[in-house]
């Protein structure tokens, strides 16, 4: 079961999922889920992208811990963290979205750092990249891995025995292919402040996930 997941450290720009999107060939890089580890993955953004890949309902395609030390870090816009997830349950994501934009702006705002805050966005990629299509296929034949996203599931639900409890996967047609977006405000802050404030948010992030 194939699906790829992008996410590397500094050598590759924000923005270089979408290139690999708008083809029907997996992008340089393409590993599967279970093979994912962390060496492929920013440092900052490990930890998240290993949890959302343990829910139930949401697979992880690209994502990026933020950049700021680059010297053109502001030019290329490569000042935000994102993870661009494909996702099987629209509300337990939507109520997932709706807990970081709660929580990860108020962590930020703790730091009290005088005139700094967190924009948090989210919205759709349009449908899943078609070089991804068969991995998810492979998903909507087995059954869901039940993960942090457990307390989205009814209390009657979790009283079943597994073999009950566990959700089948969608059709491939029936993801959703989203971004979220945790960007420091305002965006060309001092490299270090920025990468406080990212790893801030990409902890409530997280966290929001429990």
């Known amino acids: 079961m194939l699906a790829p997941d992008n996410a590397t450290g500094a050598g590759q720009g924000a923005g270089a999922e979408m290139t690999g999107a708008a083809t029907e060939s997996p992008p340089r890089g393409f590993v599967s889920w279970e093979d994912l580890d962390a060496p492929q993955l920013d440092p900052a953004v490990r930890p998240l992208v290993g949890a959302l890949n343990r829910t139930s309902w949401a697979r992880t395609v690209f994502s990026c811990a933020g950049h700021p030390e680059g010297p053109d870090s502001v030019a290329r816009g490569r000042r935000q963290a994102h993870v661009d997830v494909v996702v099987s349950d629209p509300t337990a994501w939507r109520a997932y979205v709706r807990r970081v934009k709660r929580a990860a702006p108020a962590a930020v705002r703790r730091l009290q750092i005088p005139g700094v805050r967190l924009r948090c966005a989210e919205g759709s990629l349009g449908p899943p990249p078609g070089w991804l299509q068969g991995a998810l296929a492979g998903l909507a034949a087995g059954p869901a891995t039940p993960g942090p996203g457990a307390a989205e599931t009814p209390w009657w639900r979790r009283l079943l025995p597994p073999s009950l409890s566990v959700a089948r996967r969608p059709p491939a047609g029936r993801w ?35």
């Open 176 to 210: 959703r292919y989203r971004r979220l977006v945790l960007e420091p405000v305002p965006y060309a802050l001092a490299p270090d402040v920025c990468r406080r404030v990212l790893d801030t948010a990409l902890a409530a992030a997280l966290d929001a996930l429990a």
